[in-house]
């Protein structure tokens, strides 16, 4: 497998993959050293994960240096994903013993009763490459202190950060034999979905998780999908600094180079302010720094992939050609690396693919709305449900819609963010199940109960 830098088109380093035999040897040595991880105390499978956190700090020049050239976010993004990786990873060290410790529920009369936590045994991680530390993190950090073991699928075009992963966590004490790196692309972890694993934990578009959940349905054994999202935001008139507003939304579109799971995906703007954002948005966009992801000037860098460069021109082109007005950017500029010009697209509606589709890169649609209740239609009309984001002086407004829209996650007066307290979770296309918060501890493990009398 050829690792390629995005910004440059060049060659990094070349990778052999895994095969089933290879996979199936990593397999037999997590089933043999799954037992022993699991036996540890909790407060010692803790204490590797606190290493690990250690790690990721003192590490971290070469962990964000090795992110950047691989997949192309600015480098300056790459340490903000580390530090957010770093505050998840605390979150899980604070809270973990609360949720998977013993639980007495019943203590008087004949019988009583408890719920102990047992991990599920070996999962699979199968990881997207936008935040490989932090959608990695969400999963095989509570794995690990859940006392599974771990066979861990970077993506292919996050692999070199998938093989610093793996060397940190052994350098932290997890044994070989409870962490396992599978290197390949798409066809390599299909192999997992043929071993008898006790769970699969995927990250990545909606066609490969609904593919991996029909094949692995058969296992019985827990399948959570993360997937994608077509995410909303709407600025109602009432707003009190448009200027502030276009900042972070446009912030929301193209942090990450726009590729970002709740990245925001379509604006509407009520019709009364809708000129002044317009034009306040066009001017933000025009002004953002496209450059060597290394320079810390930059502000957007190249895509991640090739093909991805050419679906985003393709979703402008389809809009264009259905009337949708190209305000700025949309192009690629003349130069090495996936580089595309953050696009503004205006008078667009929803035959056009750039407002229902997935664009995941630095391209915006902004619609015009009369009323809360149009927004509100036009926000729903999608298969996705991620996030939604209301922009709104007024709570009660904001909140009668945020009600109403069927997402994981809603925001008012912000967008693109995830907490490590709160539960992450798509609905619809969006996936199913949760992590992180209490939930995403309690994901990786299974009840059970305890009638205890005498
Ligand atoms: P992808 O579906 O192309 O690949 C994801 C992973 O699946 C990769 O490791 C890939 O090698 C592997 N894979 C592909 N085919 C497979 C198969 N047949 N069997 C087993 N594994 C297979 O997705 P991607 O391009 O890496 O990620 C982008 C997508 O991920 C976007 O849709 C984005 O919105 C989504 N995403 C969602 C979240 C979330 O939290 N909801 C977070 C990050 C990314």
């Known amino acids: 497998m050829i690792i390629i830098n995005p910004a440059t088109e060049e060659v990094i380093q070349e990778i052999a993959e895994d095969n089933q035999q290879t996979i199936d040897q990593k397999y037999q040595l997590l089933r043999k050293g799954q037992p022993a991880w699991a036996a540890l105390s909790l407060g010692k499978r803790i204490a590797c994960i606190a290493k690990f956190h250690a790690l990721l700090e003192e590490q971290k020049e070469d962990l964000a240096l090795t992110l950047t050239s691989e997949m192309g976010k600015p480098l300056q993004q790459s340490y903000n994903e580390l530090n ?59 794995a690990l202190i859940g006392g599974n073991a771990v066979f861990y699928k970077p993506s292919e075009y996050s692999t070199l950060t998938g093989l610093h992963i793996r060397r940190l966590l052994y350098l932290s004490g997890v ?34 998780g609904r593919y991996i959940a029909e094949k692995v349905a058969t296992q019985l054994v827990p399948c959570q999908l993360e997937l994608g999202g077509k995410d909303p935001l709407y600025v109602m008139e009432d707003v009190e600094d448009i200027d502030q507003v276009v900042a972070a939304s446009l912030e929301g579109v193209v942090y990450n180079n726009g590729q970002s799971c709740c990245a925001v995906e379509r604006i509407y703007v009520h019709e009364k302010i809708y000129d002044r954002f317009v034009e306040s948005y066009s001017k933000q966009a025009g002004k953002m720094v496209i450059g060597d992801p290394v320079d810390p000037a930059t502000e957007i860098g190249p895509l991640s992939r090739k093909p991805q460069l050419d679906f985003l021109l393709s ?116 996936g199913l199940g949760s992590t992180l918060s209490y939930q995403g501890i309690r994901a990786f493990v299974h009840p059970k109960s305890y009638h205890i009398r005498g």
Not at 102 to 110: S, Y
Not at 191 to 207: A, D, E, M, W
Not at 386 to 413: C, D, F, P
């Open 84 to 142: 957010g990786a770093r505050a998840r990873i605390k979150y899980f060290l604070d809270n973990s013993a609360r949720y998977l410790s013993e639980e007495w529920v019943t203590t008087e009369g004949a019988t009583r009763e408890k719920i102990a936590y047992e991990p599920l045994g070996i999962i699979a991680n199968i990881s997207a490459w936008n935040y490989p530390y932090l959608v990695g993190v969400n999963v095989f950090i509570p």
């Open 175 to 208: 044994p070989e034999d409870c962490f396992q790196v599978v290197l390949g692309k798409g066809n390599v972890g299909e192999c997992l979905l043929k071993l008898p694993l006790n769970g699969y934990f995927f990250t990545g578009s909606y066609r490969t």
């Open 315 to 430: 979703q402008v082109e389809d809009a264009v050609a259905k009337g949708a007005v190209l305000l700025s950017g949309g192009k690629r500029p003349d130069r090495k690396g996936y580089y595309m010009e953050p696009a503004v697209l205006v008078n667009v509606n929803h035959s056009m693919k750039l407002m229902t589709e997935e664009s995941f890169g630095p391209v915006i649609g902004i619609q015009k709305v009369k009323d809360d209740a149009e927004a509100l239609a036009l926000m729903a009309d999608t298969e996705y449900g991620l996030t939604a984001a209301v922009y709104s002086k007024n709570y009660e407004r904001a909140e009668a819609i945020m009600k109403q829209i069927n997402t994981g996650t809603v925001y008012w007066n912000c967008c693109d963010r995830v907490s490590a307290a709160l539960p992450w979770s798509g609905r619809k296309h969006s």
